[in-house]
Every structure is written in structure tokens, then in C-alpha cells.
């Protein structure tokens, strides 16, 4: 079943009821009035049905992450779950006709739980209702039957909500919020719940309020009157509705709840009507908020560790709705009627939301208000409900009574799946685990103090085992000395035994290479008589060879001769060819015999010097032979000596063990610190390795930033270029646009100004009537003006024309700023403008420019701007104010500072930059550039303040503004009235309404009594040349109850 929700803090967590679906018809209690019929007739009717007791569904409880589900009690009640609807009537006051015109249209039977509703004399209808009181009941009594079980259920860890609906003057307030300091009995529910809630908890159970009012569908803390217009946050995963922000109060007692109660009521919107003195126009809702700990028995077995504590946080709402009213009854106007149509429409949205749930609509619309919003859980939902209406006895309001009764009939069928609200108390169980830690760890710390003491003791003993051991350490360190002296000594001698056979090996090796190579010469010289006798028989063939060669050259010879003698006989025939033949073939031949003869003298030579090699080596063999037979005698007498020496040897064995003891020893720990040697140099290795890496990779990156750099380079060539054309163009730019702007006007009103005001143009059209001539030749001016600019705009463009502003040269600024101001005055360019950085640049014009004429027609530009409201906040967010402000310091001339109150006046019209006006100083800059008393000027200064003290006083009046005047600080109304009778007409018009309008202000009834300004205000009421203003300030003083009490005193 869908369900109006509570206000609650987001720690609360409950199970969302499902939106948009209705309970099954089963579960639904009918309900039919008891009616009466004829004059006499006995009430007929049937009471409430009541619901079968089933399976207990709408029973189930909220199950937290952290929750448990219990079994309902045996006597549980599926009726208690139904919205509980009480009656209460009014007794009769003063504001009811006497007794003759007096009819009452209610008969209460509170025996019966009846209440009869008389439409006449002879007609009525009966409703049963759970309780019904008459108009002499007790307040306690009250409590007792409507409010107490609710209370007692929260108390159980359920959600409950106690409300209060009626006509507007019928006692909802005493009801539930009467605080009754001077008579207890006249307590209502809020103090009487408060009271049980605290006598019934106990010290370690907490108890938490807040209280709120929706006045006007804003949502305002009572208890923090600074925090209006809160927002409502739902929960998307849990559907819980919370109002985040709202104090929320620890209560400590009675006294201290009392004291908040009183503090939230006088903040409550309240009012005088036709039908109540003190009328609420607005919802009160109290909520308090509960948090207990679980039973005794779960405490026990969460203390064993057996089971984890719960926690029940439960929530109780008290709600005073404000009164459903008829205007023509209640007089109410003005404010007082948009308060009456807020309550009602809230009141509607109430009555819809219960009528869908008591007929099972397939659609709840719980979003058509904030009331229903936060009464979610309330009608449909998790909390037990009770509900008191309150009605009056008089038949002149049978109306309201008749829909007041028909309300509570209908919120008698809601009902509501009433859930515990229980959650494992894991912060309760966190202390206790924290001082059982605690306990264990000053328990680890009494050990750490044994321990402490009994190594203070192990320490004495190691002293003790230090001392002795430093002198056993003492002893064999002397030991080790003699020792240690004793193999060097010994070292010594085994060195230079070890010396001596080291000679001794290297003789013995030097004999056998000696040896060796004797051998090999042996071996050498038997190669050599083999090679001897080999090139011997090779002399030998080579001899009978050139024995054979010339025996050759013999016959050859005579073939010669032989050929000579013929070639005398054919020298004729073939003279030349022949002698070339014969001369090679005599070349041929010489040349070989050469060869021939140089290979044997070579032959020869080698044989010679190998006879001389082998006589040589026989020589050396013998020598050699010689000389290691006497070697070898020497070594045989040697080895007989060292043969006596082996008993002196076996002496330095036992004394080489001690020191190889002593060296493994040192090899032990020498392979410790190589060890530590080999870590300490793998970690520099890793190190190096990371370096190295890292290394490689900033190589890498100045490569790729070296590359960067190179593209960076060349775009920024590119850009150089790029930027050289534009700036060539630009220039071209300017020349074209200067050549095209001396057309425009060089005087001072060569540009326009937007004027504000309608009486501003009256006057320019009644000068115009009395002289058309003038008129129509600054008609004819303008007309021109705006030409000339127009075709400057369409020839050259808006962008070239601000981009001339940021020029240095003020022969380009001056024209390229009136331009822009110009079209600044079309309502249609300024939007373009400011999209175009236009806005920004004029800004930095009136920033850095010091310029008289440049800072004017700036000024002028965004005088025009400001007309548009949408530019006004552009301008002050960009710093604008702040800049007129301090330009306004910069200058004594007239017109300049007409300009610059033009456009800060322009500001003043929104109500919204009051503050940043205020701030930024434009407030104290008006009045401060009215030191040069120039009519102008004072006009727009006057203008500005009418403007601001309007808008002030209209959210005033609205209710947004609750403090004194922003004007009142800075000396603007002893301005006003010091300058009301010494300007002109037209300004004294904006002084008198700044005036009016400040007086609007309640807040300001003090400096106006002091000041002497509502001396003015009395004047301008009775002498102002406007019907308006004087009626507006004849209002003013009516109104004011200050004032009213200052003119009777007078």
C-alpha cells in the first residue's frame, strides 16, 4: 500500500512500502455512516467493520542489514494497526451570536462513541468515531485516550504520528502545543508526551528533537529561524524522506523542552482573522526522535558474548495543521489570502492522498505537496496513527464541520503495516569491545612491566657473564699473541724452507728444459745429416743434369754454327726472320743457363753452412753431455741432505696444522664478510640495474621530448607565420575601419544613453512639443547616427570592431568604443555583444583606461547593457560593480560620473545584486559621486536608490527580507532628506519613493525617527505633487505600528 512518509534523519532506515498499489479487498475495512431518518427517527447505521484476524501480513517488521525479525505477541491486534480517529468540540466562545440567533448543529454521545450532525430541525446523520469528547473534557483526558498509546508504541521502538485537523479556530493548537506554564492541566499532547518519554527512558537511551513549519510550501526551522526553504531528499534505495539540515536538539529534561517548545511557537507564522485572534498560517510538525537499547535478556547475552545488542530507534510526530478556512468567513486579504490558498491547496492535497488510500486507488498522488510528502509514513505507511479532529458547535459553520467530520471518516479506513524499528546496536557493542580492549591491554601492559623487570634482571646477569668473559677474552688474547708470534716465526722459517725448495724446483725444471732441448738438437742435427745427405744426391743429379745441359749446348752450339753457315746461303731469302728467331731462342737459352748457374752457387753456400751447424752442435753436445752428468751428481748429494732434514719437517706439519686451524678461523669469518660483501654488492647491482634502466628510459623521453621539441618548434614557426598574417590583416583591418569611421560624429553626444524611466521620455516629448524644430533636427541626428553605424557594423563586423578596443592607440579606441555604445543602445545587438567578449572588453576599459572620454562612453555601454536583466548578473559576476565603483574615484568629470551612476543605478533594479552591490561598494560610490552637486549626476544617484529601496521593499513585503536596509549603513537616507527640497522635479519623485519605500521596512522605523525622516514622510504624504506617492506614503504611516505610536506621542 502506498504511503505518506515522516520526517526523519537519514540514520533512521525503514523498509519502503511499495508506490501505486492497493491492499487487497480482504484487508480493507469498510466503513458506512450511521444516518437518521425523519424527526424522531433512532440513529441507524452500522459500525466499522472489523478486519479479519488472518495471517498477520501487514504485520511485518522493518528488516534493517542488521536486524532480526521477532514473533508478534499473542494478543496482538490487526485493528490496532487502522488509523485511530478522535472528535473533539469546541466549547462555545465570544466570537458566537448570544443565545437567541445561537443554534447548535452537533449532539455528542460520547457513551457510544457518536457524534449527530443536525443539517435542520428534522434531519441528521450519526458517525461513530474511536473516541469522542465533549466540550468540558480534560486536556489529560485527551492524552490519555488519543495520544498516550501512541506514545507507549514509539516507546516499544515503533513509529508513531499524533495530528490534529480542523476548521481554523477550533483548538488544534491548544490541543497538541498548549505549553500551560501557569496551569499544568492545561498541557497539551506535546508537553505531556515529552513528559512520559522521559520518565519512561533510561540513561543510556537518548531523546532528540526537531521542529519545522511548511508556511507558504517552504519549508522553515522553528528552532534555527535562519534556515527557510530546506529541500526534501527521499531516499532512492530505502524511499525514507528526510529533511537534511533541520536543527536537531538533545533533549535533557522537561524545563529544556519546555524552553525549545516556546522558542519554535514564537517563530510560527501566525495572524489576526475573522475567525481567530491568533490564527496559525502555517503546519507545525514536532518530531521527536528516540533511540533504546534492546531488553534485558538480549543485554545478558550480548554482555556473554552470545548474542549482538539491539538498538530500536523509533520517531514520533506531532502535527498542527493550520486551519482549513473560508475566505469570505475569515476576511482574509492580501498576504493573508495567499497564506489561506497555500494552507488550503496543502489541506487538499491531505484529503486526496486519504481518500485514494481509503478506496484502494491504484495511485496515491503523495507528490501534489510537500505536506503529504513528509506524512508519507503517517497514512499508509509504517507509523501507528492517531488522528483528533476538532470541530466547533455552531450550525453558522455546518459546512466546515460537515467536511472536517467526513475527513476523519475517510482517514478511518487508512490503514497503515505498522514495522519495528530495530537495528543491531553495533556502537554499543564497539564501547564494550573497546574497554575490553582496554582492560586487556592494561593487563599487556602490567606483563610488559614484569618482562621489563625480569630482563632488568637477565641484564645484570649478562653483565656479570660480560665481565668474565671480557677477561677469559683478556687471557686468550694474550695467549693468542704468543701464539700468533710462535707461527710467525715458524711462518717464517717454512717460508724460507718453502723458498729454498722452490729454488731448488726451478733448477730441477731449467736442467729438464735443458734437457729437453739438447734432445731436440740431437734430434735437430740427425734431420740435418738426413737433409745433407738428401741435397747431396740432389747436387748430384743436378750436376749430371748441367753436365747433360752442356753437352746440350755443345750440340746446340754446333747446330749454331751449323745454322750460321746456312744462313749465310738463305740470308738473302729470309734475312730479317731468321735473325729475330735466333736471337730469341739465344735469349731463351742464356737466360736458363743463369738460373742454372745461381742455383747451384746457392746450393753450394747452403751446404757450406750446414757443415759449419754440424760441427757447431757436435761441439755443444758434448759440452752439454758434460755438464748435466756433473748436475746430476750435485742433485744426488742434495737429496741425501734433504733426506736429513725430514725430521725437522714433521716438527713444522704439527705446527702448519695450528695454523691452518687459525686460518679456517679467519676463512669462517673472512666468508662472512664476503657474504655480506656479495648482498651489499647484488643490491648495488639491482641498484645499478634500476639506475641503468631508468637511465634508459629518461633517454628515451628526452629522445621523444627532443622530437617534441622539434614539432613544438616547428608549429610554433607555423604559428610566427600564422600570427604575422593576422597582425598584417589586422592593420589592414584598421586602416580600412578608421578610413570607414570618420564618418562618425566627433562631439560629446555623439552617442546614445538608454534611458530607465518613462518619466525621463514625458519630458523629452514635452520639450519636443514646445519646440518641434529641435526635435525634429535631433531626430533627423540620431536617424543619421544610427545609419552611419549600421553600415560601419555590416561593412566591418562586430568581431573587428571589439577587437579595435583592445588596441593601444586611443585615435582607435575613442571611435571603435562609441561604435559599440551605440549599438549597445539596440536592444536587439546587446545580447550579440556580450556574446562576442564585448561585455569583457568594455569592463577592461573602465579597468585600465585612464581616459576621460573613453571611461564616459564605456560607461555608457554598460549603463545600456545593465538595462537587460540577464546582463545584470553577467556584469556584477564579472566584477563590474567593483569597477565602476573604483572608476568613479578616477574622475571629477560631470558627464563621466553621470554615465557611471547611470549603469550602477541600472544594477540597483535587481533585488538579487543587492548584496553584491553592497560588498562591492557601489552602494558607497553612488553617494560619494554626488560631491561635485551636478544636477545629472544627483538625478541618476536618486534614481538608483529609488530603485533599490522598490525591490527592497517588495521582498520585504514577500517575506524574503527580514533585516534592516542595506542603504542605512552608508548614510543614504540622511542623504535623501538632506537633499528632498533642494533638487529638481523629476528627482524629488525618486526621493520621495526611495523614502516610501524605505518606510515599507519595518526594521527602519528607528533610523527613520532618529533622522528626522519621518518628518518628510509626513510631509510627502500630505504635499507631494504625486497622487501616488502621497497615497503611498499615507499607507506607509497607517500601517506602521512605530509610526502610529510616534505621531500619538507627539
Known amino acids: 500500500m502506498a504511503s505518506l512518509g515522516s520526517v526523519g534523519r537519514n540514520s533512521h532506515k525503514f523498509e519502503r512500502p511499495p508506490f501505486n498499489t492497493s491492499s487487497s479487498s480482504s484487508s480493507a475495512?469498510?466503513?458506512?455512516?450511521?444516518?437518521?431518518?425523519?424527526?424522531?427517527?433512532?440513529?441507524?447505521?452500522q459500525q466499522h467493520s472489523a478486519r479479519p484476524k488472518g495471517p498477520t501480513s501487514n504485520s511485518r517488521r522493518s528488516i534493517t542489514p542488521t536486524s532480526r525479525t521477532r514473533a508478534l505477541p499473542v494478543d496482538y491486534d490487526p485493528e490496532s494497526e487502522r488509523v485511530r480517529v478522535a472528535v473533539r468540540l469546541r466549547p462555545r466562545n465570544s466570537d458566537d451570536p448570544p443565545d437567541a440567533d445561537y443554534a447548535e448543529c452537533v449532539e455528542i454521545q460520547p457513551e457510544l462513541k457518536r457524534l449527530k450532525l443536525r443539517k435542520n430541525n428534522w434531519s441528521s446523520e450519526a458517525y461513530r468515531f474511536d473516541e469522542v469528547f465533549t466540550e468540558t473534557s480534560s486536556q489529560k483526558r485527551v492524552y490519555d485516550a488519543v495520544a498516550k498509546p501512541v506514545v507507549e508504541s514509539v516507546l516499544e521502538g515503533y513509529n508513531g504520528t499524533v495530528m490534529a485537523y480542523g476548521q481554523t479556530g477550533t483548538g488544534k493548537t491548544y490541543t497538541l502545543g498548549r505549553i500551560g506554564k501557569e496551569d499544568p492541566s492545561e498541557r497539551g499532547m506535546m508537553v505531556r508526551s515529552l513528559e512520559d518519554i522521559l520518565a519512561s527512558i533510561s540513561a543510556t537511551d537518548s531523546v532528540e528533537v526537531s521542529y519545522l513549519q511548511l508556511y507558504m510550501e517552504s519549508i522553515q526551522d522553528l528552532l534555527a529561524p535562519e534556515k527557510t526553504n530546506i529541500p526534501i531528499v527521499e531516499d532512492a534505495k530505502t524511499g525514507e524522506v528526510s529533511v537534511p539540515g533541520i536543527e536537531i536538539i538533545k533533549i535533557r529534561n522537561l524545563d529544556h523542552?519546555?524552553?525549545?517548545?516556546?522558542?519554535?511557537?514564537?517563530?510560527?507564522?501566525?495572524?489576526?482573522?475573522?475567525?481567530?485572534?491568533?490564527?496559525?498560517?502555517?503546519?507545525?510538525?514536532?518530531?521527536?526522535?528516540?533511540?533504546?537499547s534492546g531488553n534485558e535478556k538480549e543485554e545478558t547475552e550480548a554482555s556473554n558474548g552470545n548474542h549482538v545488542p539491539t538498538v530500536r530507534k523509533s520517531k514520533l510526530l506531532i502535527v498542527d495543521l493550520a486551519g482549513s478556512e473560508r475566505v469570505n468567513k475569515s476576511g482574509s486579504e492580501g498576504?493573508?489570502?495567499?497564506?489561506?490558498?497555500?494552507?488550503?491547496?496543502?489541506?487538499?492535497?491531505?484529503?486526496?492522498?486519504?481518500?485514494?488510500l481509503a478506496e484502494n486507488s491504484p495511485h496515491i498522488p503523495i507528490r501534489d505537496s510537500k505536506l503529504t510528502r513528509l506524512l508519507r509514513d503517517s497514512f499508509g505507511g509504517s507509523a501507528r496513527t492517531s488522528l483528533i479532529i476538532t470541530i466547533g458547535p455552531s450550525s453558522r459553520h455546518h459546512a466546515e464541520t460537515a467536511s472536517t467530520v467526513m475527513f476523519g471518516q475517510r482517514a478511518m479506513k487508512v490503514v497503515n503495516t505498522v514495522k519495528l524499528k530495530e537495528e543491531f546496536d553495533y556502537e554499543s557493542l564497539c564501547k564494550k569491545l573497546e574497554s575490553q580492549v582496554d582492560r586487556l591491554s592494561a593487563e599487556i601492559d602490567r606483563q610488559q612491566k614484569l618482562r621489563e623487570n625480569e630482563r632488568g634482571e637477565l641484564n645484570k646477569l649478562l653483565d656479570a657473564f660480560e665481565n668474565s668473559s671480557a677477561e677469559a677474552e683478556k687471557r686468550f688474547l694474550a695467549k693468542s699473541e704468543l701464539l700468533q708470534k710462535e707461527n710467525a716465526r715458524l711462518a717464517s722459517e717454512m717460508k724460507e724452507v718453502l723458498q729454498e725448495l722452490d729454488m731448488q724446483k726451478q733448477q730441477n725444471k731449467m736442467l729438464i728444459d735443458e734437457v729437453a732441448r739438447l734432445v731436440t738438437s740431437v734430434k735437430n742435427t740427425k734431420s740435418l745429416e738426413e737433409e745433407n745427405a738428401r741435397l747431396e744426391s740432389e747436387l748430384n743429379d743436378v750436376i749430371k743434369e748441367l753436365q747433360n745441359q752442356k753437352d746440350q749446348n755443345i750440340i746446340m752450339h754446333d747446330e749454331v754454327k751449323r745454322m750460321e753457315m746456312n744462313s749465310k746461303h738463305i740470308k738473302k731469302q729470309d734475312n730479317s726472320a731468321y735473325q729475330n728467331v735466333l736471337a730469341e731462342t739465344t735469349q731463351m737459352y742464356e737466360g736458363k743457363i743463369a738460373d742454372l748457374m745461381k742455383q747451384i752457387s746457392d746450393i753450394q753456400v747452403s751446404l757450406e753452412k750446414n757443415e759449419v751447424e754440424n760441427s757447431r752442435y757436435h761441439k755443444a753436445l758434448v759440452d752439454t753431455t758434460k755438464m748435466y752428468e756433473n748436475r746430476i751428481n750435485e742433485l744426488n748429494r742434495q737429496f741425501e741432505e734433504e733426506r736429513a732434514r725430514t725430521g725437522e719437517i714433521e716438527e713444522v706439519n704439527s705446527t702448519k696444522e695450528l695454523l691452518k686451524e687459525y686460518q679456517n678461523s679467519v676463512q669462517v669469518n673472512a666468508k662472512k664478510e664476503i657474504n655480506e660483501l656479495q648482498m651489499t654488492l647484488q643490491e648495488m647491482n639491482q641498484l645499478h640495474e634500476t639506475t641503468a634502466n631508468e637511465l634508459r628510459l629518461l633517454s628515451v623521453e628526452f629522445k621523444n621530448l627532443e622530437s617534441e621539441k622539434a614539432t613544438l618548434e616547428n608549429e610554433l614557426h607555423y604559428v610566427k607565420q600564422s600570427l604575422e598574417k593576422e597582425e598584417k590583416r589586422r592593420k589592414e583591418s584598421e586602416t580600412e575601419l578608421l578610413n570607414v569611421m570618420k564618418g562618425v560624429p566627433e562631439s560629446e553626444e555623439d552617442f546614445e544613453e538608454k534611458v530607465s524611466y518613462m518619466h525621463e521620455h514625458l519630458t523629452k516629448k514635452f520639450s519636443s512639443l514646445q519646440n518641434p524644430?529641435?526635435?525634429?533636427?535631433?531626430?533627423?541626428?540620431?536617424?543619421?547616427?544610427?545609419?552611419?553605424?549600421?553600415?560601419?557594423?555590416?561593412?566591418?563586423?562586430?568581431?573587428?570592431?571589439?577587437?579595435?578596443?583592445?588596441?593601444?592607440?586611443?585615435?582607435v579606441q575613442i571611435p571603435a568604443v562609441k561604435v559599440v555604445a551605440n549599438l549597445a543602445a539596440e536592444d536587439s545587438n546587446q545580447e550579440k555583444i556580450v556574446n562576442e567578449g564585448g561585455l569583457d572588453a568594455l569592463l577592461m576599459l573602465v579597468e585600465s583606461s585612464n581616459n576621460t572620454t573613453i571611461l564616459r562612453v564605456a560607461s555608457g555601454a554598460i549603463a545600456n547593457l545593465a538595462m537587460n536583466a540577464m546582463n545584470q548578473g553577467l556584469i556584477t559576476n564579472k566584477g563590474g560593480a567593483k569597477l565602476l565603483a573604483s572608476a568613479s574615484s578616477k574622475t571629477d568629470d560631470p558627464q563621466t560620473l553621470r554615465m557611471i551612476a547611470g549603469a550602477i543605478a541600472n544594477l540597483c533594479g535587481n533585488g538579487k545584486l543587492h548584496v553584491i552591490l553592497k560588498e562591492d561598494g557601489a552602494i558607497k560610490a553612488l553617494l560619494r559621486m554626488t560631491r561635485l552637486e551636478n544636477t545629472d549626476v544627483i538625478a541618476q544617484v536618486a534614481r538608483g536608490l529609488a530603485n533599490f529601496a522598490k525591490c527592497e521593499?517588495?521582498?520585504?513585503?514577500?517575506?524574503?527580507?527580514?533585516?534592516?536596509?542595506?542603504?542605512?549603513?552608508?548614510?543614504?537616507?540622511?542623504?535623501?532628506?538632506?537633499?528632498l527640497n533642494t533638487t529638481s522635479t523629476s528627482t524629488r519623485r525618486h526621493l520621495e519613493l526611495a523614502i516610501c519605500h524605505l518606510a515599507q521596512n519595518e526594521e527602519n522605523g528607528r533610523d527613520f525617527i532618529s533622522s528626522g525622516a519621518l518628518k518628510e514622510l509626513i510631509e510627502i504624504s500630505e504635499g507631494s505633487a504625486k497622487e501616488d506617492i502621497r497615497n503611498l506614503a499615507k499607507k506607509t504611516l497607517r500601517l506602521s505600528p512605530l509610526f502610529r505610536k510616534e505621531l500619538r506621542s507627539e
Open 29 to 45: 475495512p469498510t466503513n458506512s455512516s450511521l444516518k437518521s431518518n425523519g424527526g424522531g427517527g433512532g440513529a441507524q447505521g
Open 257 to 292: 523542552f519546555l524552553q525549545i517548545l516556546q522558542l519554535g511557537e514564537s517563530n510560527r507564522h501566525a495572524a489576526n482573522t475573522k475567525m481567530n485572534t491568533e490564527s496559525s498560517r502555517s503546519h507545525a510538525i514536532l518530531t521527536v526522535y528516540i533511540r533504546r
Open 953 to 979: 521593499s517588495r521582498r520585504f513585503m514577500q517575506g524574503h527580507w527580514r533585516s534592516r536596509s542595506l542603504l542605512m549603513d552608508d548614510g543614504a537616507l540622511s542623504w535623501l532628506v538632506a537633499n
Open 773 to 811: 524644430n529641435n526635435s525634429n533636427r535631433t531626430r533627423e541626428t540620431i536617424l543619421s547616427q544610427r545609419n552611419t553605424i549600421t553600415k560601419i557594423c555590416e561593412e566591418v563586423g562586430l568581431q573587428k570592431i571589439l577587437s579595435l578596443l583592445e588596441s593601444g592607440d586611443l585615435d
Open 335 to 356: 498576504h493573508l489570502l495567499e497564506e489561506a490558498k497555500f494552507i488550503n491547496l496543502s489541506l487538499s492535497s491531505l484529503g486526496k492522498c486519504i481518500n485514494a
